[in-house]
């Protein structure tokens, strides 16, 4: 059976980066989506992702990641960013 992906659930996840070294080759942030609430940090150099605490990450570790890849370049502290996760949360 085929699904459309204009019937699939959708949840805002909204980022927030709080610190970055491109030194060091790290993000820091925060990442919530509707009651969770996550650390993360992104070591784009090795693309090694972790997510704290462990309650829901399991949901938002592969988006979150894929996010990350696709705009590292491009975030700042102190800015504020979203994403959609093809999920209900």
């Known amino acids: 059976m085929f699904v459309s992906s204009k019937h699939l659930p ?3 996840a909204y980022v927030r980066i709080t610190h ?3 030194s060091q080759g790290r993000l820091e942030g925060e990442v919530t989506a509707n009651e969770y609430s996550w650390q993360f940090q992104w070591r784009f150099q ?3 992702l972790s997510v704290q605490p462990s309650l829901g ?3 938002i ?3 979150l990641g ?3 890849e696709r705009c590292d370049y491009q ?3 102190g800015s504020d960013y ?3 996760i093809r999920a209900q949360l």
Do not use: D, V
């Open 10 to 12: 959708e949840t805002t």
């Open 20 to 22: 970055q070294s491109w």
């Open 46 to 48: 090795g693309g090694q």
């Open 57 to 59: 990450r399991a949901l």
């Open 61 to 63: 570790r592969e988006p």
């Open 66 to 68: 894929r996010f990350l």
């Open 75 to 77: 975030l700042e502290p």
């Open 82 to 84: 979203t994403f959609k």
